[in-house]
């Protein structure tokens, strides 16, 4: 399996003309950057490579109210205010079955967009996919401190929104 993820992040680097990519410790890790040129919703964003090749991004470690729950919009416009028309580090995680790149992403001044966006209440920690004890740990703070999302009594998690809109259909 990890050999499959390795050739899919070498393929993708190699797709990506003129970024500089380049191997951390994992075989599966690479770096680079990219200017963001939109933001999709609280966990999602665009970003333009140096070769103007325009890639969705879905933030790892962190799942974003859905658009029409309480806090989407805020949750929206914190990440928007963290990275719209910035230029921000990429470590690739994985490709999603959705084929977005499932990415860590940095901003310019080197803050994890996935603990700022916990910090401030505007997403969940995605535990089903990310086992981080930084991640619960800023979740639990904000739950804790009723910070953004927190504030209303039982939130529901976009999986479960999902999944309830889903079973609708």
């Known amino acids: 399996m990890n050999r499959i993820k390795t050739s899919i992040a070498l393929i993708l680097c190699a797709l990506l003309a ?8 994992s075989n599966e890790n690479f770096d680079f950057t990219v200017k963001v040129v939109g933001i999709s919703d609280g966990d999602t964003f665009k970003g333009l490579t140096n070769s103007n090749a325009q890639i969705k991004f879905r933030i790892q470690g962190i799942d974003a109210p859905e658009m029409k729950q309480p806090y989407s919009q805020r949750s929206k416009q914190l ?8 230029t921000v580090k ?3 995680k994985e490709i999603d079955h959705y084929g977005r790149i499932v990415a860590y992403v940095f901003t310019p001044d080197g803050k994890d967009v996935s603990a ?3 910090k401030a209440g505007m997403a969940w920690h995605y535990k089903t996919y990310d086992t981080s004890e930084e991640y619960s ?4 703070t904000a739950r804790d401190n ?3 999302l ?7 998690a976009p999986w479960d929104y999902r999944k309830a809109k889903k079973a609708k259909k």
């Open 137 to 140: 740990k800023l979740e639990k």
């Open 90 to 92: 990429i470590r690739i």
């Open 18 to 25: 003129n970024v500089s990519c380049m191997a951390q410790k």
């Open 150 to 156: 927190w504030e209303v009594a039982n939130p529901t």
């Open 116 to 118: 700022e966006m916990l």
């Open 79 to 86: 990440l928007s205010d963290l990275i719209f028309d910035k």
């Open 146 to 148: 009723k910070i953004g």
